[in-house]
């Protein structure tokens, strides 16, 4: 982590500004002069435990102000060389993160309440942070270079290590949603790190699975997954020395793809400089089946699965999960019923032919 | 159930089709005369094990072929006086339900094979059928009557109970999604009844939350959810002699409502006619509240949680969910990272704040 160059600055209402360069460029932050009205001593949002499920749900009512589809001028992710326009005060950036100005979650750190097991709400205390993979406008993470994407990875990396660190953040979530069809109301190329005071869900699901697993067989479940899709290979995209690609056996979404490293780690910060660049080189390759897919960009969600080394996030294994609501040129799949009401997927193509047309899609 | 009045009959391609009349009125179905393709003899879909979680998905690749979105006047859901343009062979009906030309599960009777508990794929057995709320293509599931609408929970009761007598399902899940906007293709008012033969994420999840909650207290983890809603009162929308309708305490949804009857039933077939009648009334006074919230009608889903009477599922409590993604007249809540890759939901709308808006929206 060293190597990475970062260089810190603060927004005008006190939010963290983080600035990571590429080699040869220096991140030189001016004064955020925006009159920003200061933000709220508290937590503003709250947690919800759902009873019939167990699960918690984050209520954050100030989000309905959050920026909708700004016209193009009034980028908020854009460089503002005068520090006057927009949420990243410079002439230039090579990949920025800072804090969300709306966030579901925040108040993470040294005055963090301690969190209550078994309440049924408490603050919505966390962190959310925005990550800025460009500062082009109009470009996407697939066509950037390979030392750009990487950058963005030792982004991800550090700032999984310093979420972390924070007292009230119990797991770590860097993800990118891509396209209008998917919501996405910003379209400067952006990922989102979200740092959560619980363990979502699904984290927890496939977690006790994995303890599970490990009870019984005394080995890990996600090594065994990756060696049973390495072994079928019918499903692979890209297995190369350190990362390997595939749809997944039982995938839910139209077009899905994890990526796992061939060793096991919890998350970024364990893997060499070698498997990360293995990794940038095998992502970057993915998004670009990705849009080849089709006429237009595939809208997307890419997930990273990251992990605490300690405590039951041990059974967890780092990768990545690729997915697209787009079942066709023109079609979308939606989630209705059967999906948004009982968690119950039917998907109407299969993990072996959705493999094909991915393979079908190499440049 | 003696006194609903039944009539049935088969399609073209030997699937069952049941009529459900209003008093005084008696169904009369043509011949289908359609020459449709004979149906597979197998279950042509597929469920598939996530072993990362434990859940089922369903793999239903020739739904991909299903009827999108057709001109009106080749509604498959319009009654057809001769028998040869629809799904439905008769000059009217009231309700009527037959079973899906497009299955994503099929072949659940006395034929079926053998589920096997720990496989990781599996024929996908089951039963998909459709309901017509109505033979007016253009009415909608509030706007029925109460004897109407009273008929289509007498068919909902009708098909839960067949279809859980039939080998091979193991819940029935009867849903209406309404709405474009969240992928409906047929406008015409119809609901879908789904025999799985799993038990889906969703539903496992409640009821091991349920399960636990009666070894620890010894009682039922839903009564106790409404007893403290009615105790709390800031939520609810309705509560009378028979049933309570609220938003729940932890609600994912920036409309949700759950309807619940005051005395702990299973499924549809449990409540007396008094409750029944009741249930009809609550139900679409809240659907009449849903279409007054904003200038158009809410896109929304119905998902009846209905269990048998045996086993886990005797932990569970017929309720009915009802959701909706519409955030505002012009904004929906669209499904992105937190909530699709790691089932984290994030509203922007308190629930009591959801609950005085829709008690506002009364008749």
Redesign the interface.
Known sequence: MSTTRTVRSELADGREIVFFSLAGNTARPVPDVRPLPARADTAPS?I?????????????????ERT?KPPADQCPLCPSPNGDRSEVPAAEYDVVVFENRFP?LSGAGDDAPEPIDDA?SAPGVGRCEVICFSSEHTTSFAELGHAHARLVMDAWRERTAALFALTGVEQV?C???RGAE???TLPHPHG?I?G?PYL????M??LR?AREFAQMYGRN??A??LAGEIDAGVRILVSDEHVTAFV?????WPVEVHIYPNRHVHNLSELTDAELDALTSVYLDVLGRFDRLYPTPLPY???LHQYRTEGIQAHGYFHI?L?SIR??ET????????E????????????E?AADRLRSAAS
Chains 1, 2 share one sequence.
């Open positions: 709250e919800r435990r759902d009873r019939q499920t167990g699960d918690w749900v984050a209520i954050a009512a100030l989000r309905q909708y579901s049924v979530f993800f990118e949603n998917i919501g996405v989102q979200y959560y979502t869900p699904r984290t699901s496939m699975q479940l996600f065994d997954i997944p056996f039982a995938a839910r969600i890419s997930a999960e997915m079942r066709s079609k979308l799949k939606y989630l209705a019923a059967s948004s009401a009982m968690d119950a997927f039917v998907t109407d193509v299969t993990p032919q």
